[in-house]
């Protein structure tokens, strides 16, 4: 698609695929209306991402559930986070939120977080950590992280802005936040169900 450049982060399939990206729209480029048959998840990084249901701005979270149709298109440009058949079809929530519309934000340890989206499957949620906060996630299903500002250091890497990370089932988090403040968009308790999703593409594909 012309003016549209995409940075592949995880992908199976080909051109129908469970995916994960960073997406660039430039000025001016739009998408041809088309169906999202394993829905679509997408967390908006900067300027304003837009088709005929409204405009998101930077900091937007939004969901559509599988089967839902759009024609997106951006008028001065955005870059998204988005994910592709991660929906089940028994989802069917349709989720706006906007920094302005964001739930209330709580607080536990020094980490203040927003919770974005909460199923029996999965638990999405914006997390702003202080300077010099340590931390230790355990990730029984998996966690999939995508550090919006700061800085973070685990075991193994620095995790600077515009890093992603995914850890499988099992796993566990070990971190440190160095920056003053430091955000990270955070995805829990989902890869359990890697494989049904896989196998629901191979259905559609076939």
Same mark, same amino acid.
């Given at each position: ?11 199976y ?7 994960t ?26 300027g304003?991402?837009?088709?005929e ?17 759009h ?27 906007t ?10 340890? @020094?980490? =203040? ?5 909460? $199923? /029996?499957?999965? *638990?999405?949620? #914006? ?6 906060k ?35 089932? @099992?796993? =566990?988090?070990t971190?440190?936040?160095? $920056? /003053?403040?430091? *955000?990270?968009? #955070? ?20």
């Amino acid at each position: 698609m012309v003016g549209v450049k995409r940075r592949p982060l995880e992908r199976y399939g080909q051109e129908i695929a469970r995916a994960t990206s960073i997406v660039q729209y430039a000025a001016g480029s739009q998408f041809s209306p088309h169906c999202h048959l394993g829905g679509e998840e997408f967390y908006v990084l900067e300027g304003v991402f837009q088709d005929e249901h409204g405009d998101y701005p930077a900091g937007s979270y939004i969901r559509n559930p599988p089967h839902s149709s759009h024609t997106p298109f951006s008028t001065k440009g955005c870059r998204i986070f988005v994910k592709l058949w991660q929906i089940p079809d028994h989802d069917q929530r349709t989720v706006t939120l906007t920094p302005s519309t964001y739930p209330l934000a709580t607080e536990h340890h @020094g980490i =203040t977080e927003h919770l974005l989206y909460h $199923a /029996a499957y999965e *638990t999405v949620s #914006l997390q702003i950590w202080p300077a010099d906060k340590h931390i230790s996630m355990a990730a029984p299903n998996g966690l999939e992280l995508l550090v919006l500002s700061g800085q973070l250091h685990s075991e193994q890497d620095t995790l600077q802005q515009g890093s992603w990370l995914r850890l499988p089932c @099992g796993a =566990t988090f070990t971190a440190y936040s160095q $920056a /003053a403040k430091t *955000t990270i968009w #955070l995805k829990q308790h989902h890869l359990n169900r890697v494989e049904q999703e896989i196998v629901r593409l191979r259905s559609h594909i076939s």
